[in-house]
């Protein structure tokens, strides 16, 4: 009957506390790989469905531990405009939060005072014109602005003129009693896909032997 007997080389406790550390680099570096390549993805989603930079921009990173490196690292990818990307994301009906109405603005409407979409509200108190509801059966209603002028930027303001001459009734805003979204995207297909590829992330990053 024969032994083996074998030695290692060195002191153990820190060739472990070396692989420790190794793991720890090479566990954040391929977390922070990942959030960030799952945020340009999601960004860039939203941008080839035409959502707009606006919304593209929502998405946002963060990472813990916050600072240093650690085993348990961990990336967590969101949008600031949660319900919205949602939507888009899932494919919703919107209905109104007050049971009526969705107002959905058309070009001479214009933009809200934050740069968002216009409430008829809004628009009534800027512009001094009061909207006239007209309902058509089996079409969407309107909201109409009359006596209104239309800028060269398109845009409906209230006419100036006292002879009534150049004004128009300009429809400002469409209403709807619901709204369905269609699936535009698939975040859910980028986070497997990003997942995916975390094991090969932390061996790309792993430093090599004998190095901090």
Do not use: C
């Amino acid at each position: 009957m024969k032994g083996i007997v074998t030695a290692i080389q060195g002191d153990l406790r820190k060739q472990m506390a070396a692989e420790i550390r190794g793991a720890e680099k090479a566990v954040t570096a391929a977390i922070r790989r990942a959030g960030g390549g799952l945020k340009a993805d999601w960004r860039g989603q939203i941008m080839g469905a035409g959502l707009g930079q606006r919304l593209a921009r929502t998405i946002r990173d963060r990472y813990y531990p916050k600072g240093g490196e650690s085993v348990s690292a961990a990336a967590v990818v969101y949008s600031r405009a949660s319900k919205i990307v949602d939507a888009h994301d899932r494919g919703a009906i919107i209905k109104s939060r007050h049971g009526f109405w969705l107002a959905i603005p058309t070009d001479p409407a214009g933009k809200g005072l934050s740069g968002g979409r216009v409430t008829p509200g809004e628009w009534e108190r800027r512009t001094g014109i009061r909207l006239r509801f007209v309902y058509r059966r089996g079409q969407p209603a309107l909201l109409v602005a009359d006596r209104a002028r239309v800028t060269k930027r398109g845009r409906a303001v209230a006419s100036r003129s006292k002879t009534g001459r150049g004004a128009v009734s300009a429809i400002i805003f469409f209403l709807v009693p619901m709204v369905r979204l269609k699936k535009r995207l698939d975040l859910a297909r980028a986070v497997a896909e990003w997942e995916s590829k975390l094991p090969s992330l932390i061996v790309q990053n792993w430093p090599e032997t004998g190095s901090d």
